[in-house]
């Protein structure tokens, strides 16, 4: 589902009304947007966008190995904005790999990238986002587990939904049920539940929180509470391009030898050392 001609990825594209989490298990993403920030991040790292009243980015995945594939894995959470803080202004931070808060016992690890588990807590998120109050619950975990290892995961908020993605592995068990990989499992957010791993190496995504319990109306890439609201960020974005793409390209890309940095838009830069 790539979109670019000459970089595989996404090309500039508009969002309104939510946020995008997004996981970059392993590969490379170069980031770029209207406001004029740009980034590269790398395995391990997340980038966290506050879409606001809408922005422009794109999401290009850079061949920077010439001699051998270029694997890439990702996953983009929508978080939604509650309505309150559907028109604040564009945001993004990132959770640089070396500085998201694991756990690592037992032949398991869990990657807090937002919530609270084991008296972990993951670093604060955007500042308008749904997660910034610890009372919604927001959890978003990435959990490793080697072939054989169990845990006991504890509970959350009981009024919030819990989900388990499990996909890499085999078979686990869940409180004695095996459940196979390629399965999104529903869970009791109050109740602690007994994760047993099957004979394989085994990766989860899980995803918990409070539900906002406002009305939803999504359209393509915007999130709003009503069409109505809907119809006003088309029509705003064709007359503003969500202030336009301010770079030469649509399919851009950083040089090959670029090390992870984020450049913001009010010019604070961030370096890493590569890779």
């Not at 970089?7 to 946020?19: A, L, N, T």
């Not at 980034?39 to 794109?58: E, Y």
């Not at 490793?144 to 686990?172: C, D, H, Q, W």
Request: proline letters at 8%; hydrophobic letters at 40%.
């Amino acid at each position: 589902m790539y979109h670019g001609r000459e970089i595989p990825g996404f090309p500039y594209h508009p969002h309104r009304g939510f946020e995008t989490i997004t996981i970059n298990t392993y590969g490379a993403v170069d980031h770029f947007d209207s406001l004029g920030a740009a980034g590269r991040f790398r395995d391990g790292d997340v980038q966290w966008m506050t879409a606001g009243r809408g922005v422009l980015h794109s999401e290009m995945f850079p061949l920077l190995n010439t001699d051998k594939p270029n694997p890439l894995e990702i996953f983009q959470i929508w978080l939604n904005l509650p309505a309150r803080s559907k028109l604040t202004d564009p945001h993004f931070k990132m959770l640089w790999r070396e500085d998201i808060p694991m756990i690592l016992e037992g032949g398991i690890t869990v990657k807090i990238i937002a919530g609270n588990m084991l008296d972990t807590q993951a670093s604060a998120p955007t500042p308008a986002s749904w997660a910034a109050d610890p009372d919604n619950a927001v959890g978003v975990y990435v959990i490793a587990m080697k072939a054989g290892a169990k845990r006991s995961i504890p509970g959350t908020n009981p009024k919030a939904n819990r989900t388990l993605y499990f996909f890499e592995g085999k078979e686990v068990s869940i409180d004695g049920q095996i459940v196979s990989v390629g399965h999104l499992i529903g869970l009791e957010a109050a109740n602690e539940f007994l994760l047993e791993n099957g004979p394989a190496d085994a990766r989860f995504l899980m995803l918990e929180g409070k539900p906002i319990g406002e009305p939803v109306a999504q359209h393509g890439p915007f999130v709003m509470n009503t069409a109505q609201e809907i119809q006003e960020a088309f029509a705003e974005f064709r007359r503003t391009q969500f202030g336009g793409w301010p770079w030469p390209q649509a399919e851009q890309a950083h040089p090959r030898e670029k090390a992870r940095f984020a450049l913001h838009s009010d010019g604070r830069l961030e370096s890493k050392i590569w890779p």
